[in-house]
C-alpha cells in the first residue's frame, strides 16, 4: 500500500513562491503517473499538473508559466515548484499516484491520495 506525505505549504504574500514536495513510502512509484489536485473552500476538487511515467509533463491553463511539477525517482518523490503566487491559488493541494504510467485530468484515474497541505496566498 503506497502511503503520500505533502509538505511544503504555507501562508506566502502574492507573487511569493512555494515548493510543495509529496514522498512516497510503502511501494515505489517509479514509472507511475503522478498529480496534483487543489480543493479551495467551497469548490471541488481541481487538476492542477501531472508528470506521467516517463516524466512528460501537463498543467492547467490557471497555472501554466507560473508552476513547474518535477520528480525524482531516487528519492520517491514529486515537487510542484509554485511561483507568482495569486490569492486564487489558495487551497490544500493534495498529491495522487495514477494508475498507470499516463496521466490524466480526471481524478478517478488516481488511486491513491496524500493528506494535502494548505497554500494559503495573501493579497
Known amino acids: 500500500q503506497v502511503q503520500l506525505a505533502e509538505s511544503g505549504g504555507g501562508l506566502v504574500q502574492a507573487g511569493g513562491s512555494l515548493r510543495l514536495s509529496c514522498a512516497a513510502s510503502g511501494g515505489t512509484v517509479s514509472g507511475y503517473g503522478m498529480g496534483w489536485f487543489r480543493q479551495a473552500p467551497r469548490k471541488g476538487r481541481e487538476w492542477v499538473a501531472a508528470?506521467?511515467?516517463?516524466?512528460?509533463?501537463y498543467y492547467a491553463d490557471s497555472v501554466k508559466g507560473r508552476f513547474t511539477i518535477s520528480r525524482d525517482n531516487a528519492k520517491n518523490t514529486v515537487y510542484l515548484q509554485m511561483n507568482s503566487l495569486k490569492p486564487e491559488d489558495t487551497a490544500v493541494y493534495y498529491c495522487?499516484?495514477?494508475?498507470?504510467?499516463?496521466?490524466?485530468?480526471?481524478?478517478?484515474?488516481?488511486?491513491?491520495w496524500g493528506q494535502g497541505t494548505q497554500v494559503t496566498v495573501s493579497s
Open positions: 508528470i506521467s511515467g516517463g516524466g512528460i509533463t
Open positions: 495522487a499516484v495514477a494508475k498507470g504510467r499516463l496521466v490524466t485530468t480526471s481524478s478517478s484515474d488516481y488511486n491513491y
